[in-house]
């Protein structure tokens, strides 16, 4: 019979292996990228199916060869309308890359909005901390500014749309698109009110779009009538249970939304929510857990 000193010695022994497990674990899921498909019923009756390609969260380095690989191939996709929810970058010299990988899109209808990442640098923070991390305005290290200029210069270059707190209107696949977006609501950059209003009825569809998904611009966005809103910042949890749940969302909404296409109400109205899993993360926090760094093709089908 062990004694009661090498039972808790094995017990140690086998919890420190289980927890390097998932660790590596979780180091490697971080580069296991996948394409997600999801339908989603906003068109009229007997409408042809608009694809629209929603990424997010790219949090590009300029050694992520792999990720700037998985970007290229997302082009095979066939988008008609390519959306980008922000954080593309985590530091000025991935601007090329980023836009080298986004060259087969170029001339392709498209839009985007910033996050935090896309002003600053991520910074460093206790690892442990991002578990229970989820509301901004927290004390942080030293801020380290981002050419947010030239990134929107370049964007610009491949005929897509600056959302931040403004409009556009695109033609997709012979339809006409309105788009509407705001400043990341995270770092309270969003000025819903400088694009709010009913739905044009010259417009097949209207799309909201936003960082992240705080529930005072959802709120906004569904009451206006809007019956899609997309939006990434989650990461979709990035640590997430087995079942693929989130612990956190880094926002208010719930964990159970953190990812994924969901109907979202308010006040009586409801339309449709997708929050992106988002392809990237901090370089201080390069894991994920049960949540595999994805983009989305997004099907949009007539609605019943």
Known sequence: MPTPARAIAA?????????????????????????????????????????????????????????????????????D????????????????????????????PGAFVFGSNDYEAPRWRNP???????????????????????????LLDLGWADLNDATARVQVAGRTVDLRGTGDPHIRLDHYEQVAGPPSPDAELTIGVTHAPYRRV??????????????????????????????????????????????WEHDGNEGWLHVSNGMGSSPFAPYRLFCRPSATLLRLVPAE
């Open 81 to 108: 309308l390519v959306i980008s929810t922000g954080d593309h970058i985590s530091q000025g010299q991935a601007i090329v890359p980023l836009m080298e990988s986004l060259m087969p899109f170029k001339g392709l």
């Open 128 to 154: 442990a901390a991002y578990l229970w991390r989820s509301t901004a305005g927290e004390a942080e290290p030293a801020r380290v500014a981002l050419p947010t200029g030239h990134l929107r210069e370049r």
């Open 11 to 79: 017990a140690l022994g086998g919890t420190t292996a289980f927890g390097a497990c998932m660790i590596g674990g979780a180091l490697v899921e971080a580069h296991a990228f996948v394409t997600h498909h999801v339908d989603v019923p906003v068109l009229a009756p007997g409408a042809a199916p608009i694809r629209v390609l929603h990424v997010s969260d790219i949090h590009l380095m300029a050694r992520q060869g792999d990720k700037m690989a998985f970007l290229r191939r997302l082009a095979d996709e066939e988008p």
């Open 218 to 263: 959802l709120d906004a966005m569904i009451d206006d009538g809007l019956p899609l809103v997309v939006a990434g910042h989650t990461h979709g949890g990035q640590i997430c249970l087995p079942n693929g749940r989130a612990i956190i969302t880094n926002c208010d909404i719930d964990p159970g939304r953190a990812r994924g296409l969901h109907r």
